[in-house]
């Protein structure tokens, strides 16, 4: 081997060597701007993924005012349907006394603030109680027309009049 030749191996192991480096550094800078590329594109999915997150959140936020709205809605209606019952209760009661007061004035209706003691002793008939059976007894005796006292014939009922006229 001569001298030339020797250098001649020596140039070509540099020229390889340079052209391994040179590939080397081009695969490196592809892999950088790939990378670059990829994380651009994941920063990109994040914002995405962050407004998708923002608006679930704000979604969510608007489930639960809705809901605190419905519960105070319903607590409302309870208490409107709660304030009804009492407004009811009263007219009932205010009629119901208005019924006692028009049965204490009605000369035809048997009361026991009158005293009667047949009434008082008497059983109801048919299972009416007793305030519905003077009531009849004072219903009959306006259909009949009778202006007068009560008449025990009243108490039995007849096929050619329904008893609760």
């Given at each position: 081997?001569?001298?030339?030749?020797?250098?001649?191996?020596?140039v070509?192991?540099?020229?390889?060597?340079?052209?391994?480096?040179?590939?080397?550094m081009?695969n490196r800078?592809?892999?950088?701007?790939?990378?670059?590329?990829?994380?651009v594109?994941?920063r990109?999915?994040?914002?995405?993924?962050?407004?998708?997150?923002r608006?679930?959140?704000?979604?969510?936020?608007?489930?639960?005012?809705?809901a605190?709205?419905?519960?105070?809605?319903?607590?409302?209606?309870?208490?409107?349907?709660?304030?009804?019952?009492?407004e009811?209760?009263?007219?009932r009661?205010?009629?119901?006394?208005q019924?006692?007061?028009?049965d204490?004035?009605?000369p035809?209706v048997?009361?026991?603030?009158r005293?009667?003691?047949?009434?008082?002793?008497?059983?109801?008939?048919?299972?009416?109680?007793?305030?519905?059976?003077?009531r009849?007894?004072?219903a009959?005796?306006?259909?009949?027309?009778?202006?007068?006292?009560?008449?025990?014939?009243?108490?039995?009922?007849?096929?050619?009049?329904?008893?609760?006229?």
């Amino acid at each position: 081997m001569d001298s030339g030749q020797l250098i001649g191996i020596i140039v070509g192991v540099i020229v390889v060597l340079a052209i391994i480096a040179v590939a080397v550094m081009l695969n490196r800078k592809r892999k950088v701007e790939a990378n670059r590329s990829r994380a651009v594109e994941m920063r990109e999915q994040a914002k995405t993924d962050e407004i998708g997150a923002r608006e679930r959140e704000a979604k969510g936020a608007r489930a639960e005012a809705d809901a605190k709205q419905a519960e105070v809605e319903a607590e409302r209606l309870r208490e409107e349907a709660h304030g009804r019952q009492s407004e009811a209760e009263n007219v009932r009661a205010g009629a119901q006394e208005q019924l006692r007061k028009a049965d204490e004035l009605d000369p035809d209706v048997v009361t026991s603030e009158r005293g009667d003691a047949e009434s008082r002793d008497e059983a109801p008939r048919d299972g009416m109680s007793g305030e519905e059976l003077r009531r009849d007894r004072g219903a009959t005796n306006h259909v009949q027309g009778d202006t007068g006292t009560h008449r025990p014939e009243d108490d039995q009922p007849r096929g050619d009049r329904p008893r609760n006229l």
